[in-house]
């Protein structure tokens, strides 16, 4: 997970809103079997989107403020942001597919 960024509510300005690059957000839960099984897939786009995307995963349980802010009401949930702001929620599941769509939302 060395290209994946754990964030919290400390550092999400840092990591996320300060970020030169859009960022995706997995918001997860250690409990959750559907987001486990999302990593990865999620591990696996790091590296082929390394210099046009920064991935960063946010516990819900251990943030509940960025929880609230996103308005996520369940999880495995992605959320694609440049600068802090919201860009689109990606719904797919699969590589290819969220390659798809991050292919159509990035520059």
């Known amino acids: 997970m060395s290209d994946i960024t754990a964030v919290d509510e400390a ?4 990591e996320v809103v300060a970020s030169d690059l859009p960022v995706l957000i997995d918001f997860w839960a250690p409990w959750c ?3 486990r ?4 897939t999620i591990e696996a786009l790091a590296p082929m989107y390394a210099d046009s995307l920064k991935i960063v995963k946010i516990d ?3 943030n509940p403020a960025l929880k609230e802010k996103f308005n996520i009401q ?3 949930q992605l959320y694609l942001t440049k600068a802090g702001e919201h860009i689109a929620r990606l719904t797919s599941r699969t590589r290819t597919q969220l390659a ?4 159509d939302l990035l520059p």
């Not at 550092?11 to 840092?14: A, L, T």
């Not at 099984?37 to 990865?40: D, E, F, N, Q, S």
């Not at 798809?100 to 292919?103: M, Q, V």
């Open 74 to 76: 369940s999880i495995p």
């Open 37 to 40: 099984a999302l990593l990865p």
């Open 11 to 14: 550092n999400f300005d840092n």
């Open 100 to 103: 798809a769509e991050l292919d």
């Open 60 to 62: 819900i349980d251990e």
């Open 33 to 35: 079997a559907p987001c």
